[in-house]
């Protein structure tokens, strides 16, 4: 025990020192509080007006005003959702229009320029010009085949060239 002596009586005044220490940070008025030097010299809450304390406030936390309307996340899901099941029930509420057939009736005789015009006044095609120039330069002005040509919905140039000319 005689050769660990020291050893204790290093370690009871270490303890001491250090509550010491303890003691004297916790003395301070600013240590007590949590406050900065720059805090302590700022006014009171009371005496600072309501734009000081927005300020001070804002530095810590995100401030509104009273009549701001704050959502947490689960309430803007919630709002979205409403939403999108809004828009689907006006989607579903939508009559659906009947996909419109037209006939063309090409007889033999006709020429590219007459075709076209029937297929203008009918609707199938928005322009004459440039379905008689896509005509022309795919040389197939001569190979549109007669007889009854069946249009189901809108169709594209594409669509009305290949309808028009194969069997």
């Given at each position: 025990?005689?050769?660990?002596?020291?050893?204790?009586?290093?370690?009871?005044?270490?303890?001491?020192?250090?509550s010491?220490?303890?003691?004297?940070?916790?003395?301070?008025?600013?240590?007590?509080?949590?406050?900065?030097?720059?805090?302590?010299?700022?006014?009171?809450?009371?005496?600072?007006?309501?734009?000081?304390?927005?300020?001070?406030a804002?530095?810590?936390?995100?401030?509104y005003?009273k009549?701001?309307?704050?959502y947490?996340?689960?309430?803007?899901?919630?709002?979205?959702?409403?939403?999108v099941n809004?828009?689907?029930?006006?989607?579903?509420?939508?009559?659906?229009?009947?996909?419109?057939?037209?006939?063309?009736?090409?007889?033999?005789?006709?020429?590219?320029?007459?075709?076209?015009?029937?297929?203008?006044?009918?609707?199938?095609?928005?322009?004459?010009?440039?379905?008689?120039?896509?005509?022309?330069?795919?040389r197939?002005?001569?190979?549109?085949?007669?007889?009854?040509?069946?249009?189901k919905?809108?169709?594209?140039?594409?669509?009305?060239i290949?309808?028009?000319t194969?069997?």
């Amino acid at each position: 025990m005689s050769n660990k002596k020291s050893l204790l009586y290093g370690l009871g005044s270490g303890m001491i020192a250090g509550s010491v220490l303890l003691q004297l940070m916790s003395f301070s008025p600013a240590a007590n509080q949590g406050l900065s030097k720059e805090d302590l010299q700022q006014p009171a809450a009371e005496t600072m007006t309501r734009e000081q304390i927005k300020e001070k406030a804002s530095v810590y936390f995100n401030v509104y005003e009273k009549d701001v309307k704050v959502y947490l996340q689960p309430q803007v899901d919630a709002l979205v959702q409403q939403r999108v099941n809004e828009e689907l029930e006006k989607e579903r509420a939508k009559p659906v229009e009947p996909v419109r057939e037209v006939y063309i009736n090409v007889t033999s005789g006709l020429v590219l320029w007459q075709v076209s015009d029937l297929l203008y006044q009918s609707g199938v095609i928005a322009d004459k010009k440039t379905f008689e120039e896509e005509m022309r330069k795919r040389r197939l002005a001569g190979s549109i085949n007669t007889g009854v040509h069946v249009f189901k919905g809108p169709q594209t140039l594409e669509q009305v060239i290949t309808g028009l000319t194969e069997k």
